[in-house]
């Protein structure tokens, strides 16, 4: 079964900072996609990013940085020089590419979540 | 306007009485999902659906029931809510495979449903 572990349930940094949000995941496919999905507190899902198996280059958009390691199942998130803008829930999901009968329903498996609060 | 919608966006509901929440989108994706949103589990996978006609348990779907006789259309019944399906509820679809964001979902505004 897949599995997306994210250790940190609460971080609270200081507006300027860099933070890591730390992803580690479990999976048997050798195709598969991850996902980062920001939760405002408003509420809705935010697509950040998607990352599929076989491309393990690391991505920065604007202040938004990913790290995708294979040999260690993880792919983590930085923020640099955090802004209160960034407060939010921020989750990683897997998806799978092909159920036990053979077809994809794209499903994903979400981590428990993280909490990032950032003072000003 | 195009998208995801969901209804009720909130709802009080009383042990034993039966609610629906509905979810209706205007892409004609094929694929289609309900996750339930709850304190230290993150989102967890209710029932899914491929098509019209065509669904399938997910990892919580005890007290559930889904239908999708349209394609745009994916209603989530409780049979008979219980405390412990108060929780925050979300929606979301997905295009067919073979298209460029493969497995992306889009997201519904989620309906936050309290059983007293």
């Known amino acids: 079964a897949q599995k997306v572990t994210q250790a940190q349930t609460e971080i609270s940094v200081v507006e300027k900072e860099d933070v890591t949000l730390d992803c580690v995941y479990e999976?048997?496919?050798?195709?598969?996609?991850l996902f980062w999905y920001k939760q405002p507190p408003s509420g809705e899902l935010v697509f950040l990013i998607r990352r599929n198996s076989f491309d393990e280059q690391n991505e920065i958009s604007g202040r938004y940085s990913w790290n995708f390691q294979k040999s260690t199942s993880s792919f983590n998130f930085t923020i640099t020089a955090s802004q209160v803008v960034d407060s939010a829930v921020y989750f990683c999901a897997l998806s799978e590419t092909m159920d036990a009968g053979g077809t994809s329903y794209g499903k994903l498996t979400f981590g428990q979540g993280t909490i990032l609060t950032v003072h000003p | 306007d195009a998208g995801i919608t969901q209804s009720p966006r909130y709802k009080i509901t009383e042990t034993g009485r039966q609610v629906t929440l509905m979810c209706h989108q205007t892409?004609?994706?094929?694929?289609m999902f309900w996750y339930r949103q709850d304190l230290g589990h993150g989102l967890r996978l209710i029932y899914y659906?491929?098509?019209?006609?065509?669904?399938d348990k997910g990892e919580v779907p005890d007290g559930y029931v889904v239908s999708r006789s349209k394609t745009e259309n994916f209603p989530l019944t409780l049979e008979s809510a219980t405390r412990s399906q108060t929780s925050v509820y979300f929606c979301a679809s997905r295009k067919l495979a073979g298209d460029p964001w493969y497995n992306e979902q889009f997201f519904g505004p989620g309906t936050r449903l309290t059983v007293l």
């Open positions: 659906s491929a098509a019209a006609d065509i669904t």
């Open positions: 892409w004609s994706h094929s694929y």
């Open positions: 999976t048997r496919d050798t195709t598969y996609y």
